[in-house]
């Protein structure tokens, strides 16, 4: 099974971006890590971390500036799916599935993100004092999902997060071969 992501276009213009991989840790301690607040905080969510396990419960993450999001599906230990958005930007919905496998649990991560208006890529990129390189929105999405799984991975193992929200060495080569493969510019 690849790392590697993918994109799909959608009828509505929009994008499924999908992330399968085989940790090597059972279903519970995944769970675990994809939904317990205090696990959140050691690989995607930044220093503080909210999830209201209901559907419709609040989710919050204060890094990736700030998610303030909605609890869409929750299914202990298989599946939760919350929105991806912050007051400033819509990313769409996200969502984590699971099940077992005789070497652990097979994570599958969808991202269906909306059509990218990319005006507003290029102005929030220019905001964020990023280049155009960094405009199209799906390999650089793409990159960050890849490098955000590794670090749940890394946080399963009981190592620390490798990626603290700002491009690395190994997320500008992710995000140039992402760049390759699904350019939308």
Do not use: C
């Amino acid at each position: 099974m690849t790392k590697e992501g993918t994109a799909t276009q959608t009828d509505d213009g929009g994008y499924l971006l999908r992330f399968e991989r085989v940790l090597a840790h059972p279903i519970e301690k995944v769970w675990k890590a994809i939904s317990d607040p205090s696990e959140l905080t050691k690989w995607i969510a930044g220093d503080e971390a909210i999830v209201e396990p209901r559907v419709g419960g609040r989710v919050f993450m204060s890094g990736h500036g700030g998610i303030e999001a909605t609890l869409l599906a929750y299914e202990p230990p298989r599946v939760i799916e919350y929105e991806w958005k912050t007051s400033e930007w819509d990313g769409g919905p996200i969502r984590w599935e699971l099940s077992e496998e005789a070497s652990g649990t097979k994570l599958m991560f969808t991202h269906r993100f909306p059509k990218p208006d990319m005006a507003e890529q290029e102005e929030m990129m220019k905001k964020m004092g990023f280049g155009p390189d960094m405009y199209d929105p799906i390999p650089r999405t793409l990159a960050g999902w890849h490098s955000l799984i590794d670090d749940l991975g890394h946080a399963l193992d009981g190592a620390p997060a490798t990626n603290d929200g700002r491009p690395t060495p190994a997320w500008k080569e992710l995000h140039k071969r992402y760049i390759e493969r699904f350019s939308t510019v």
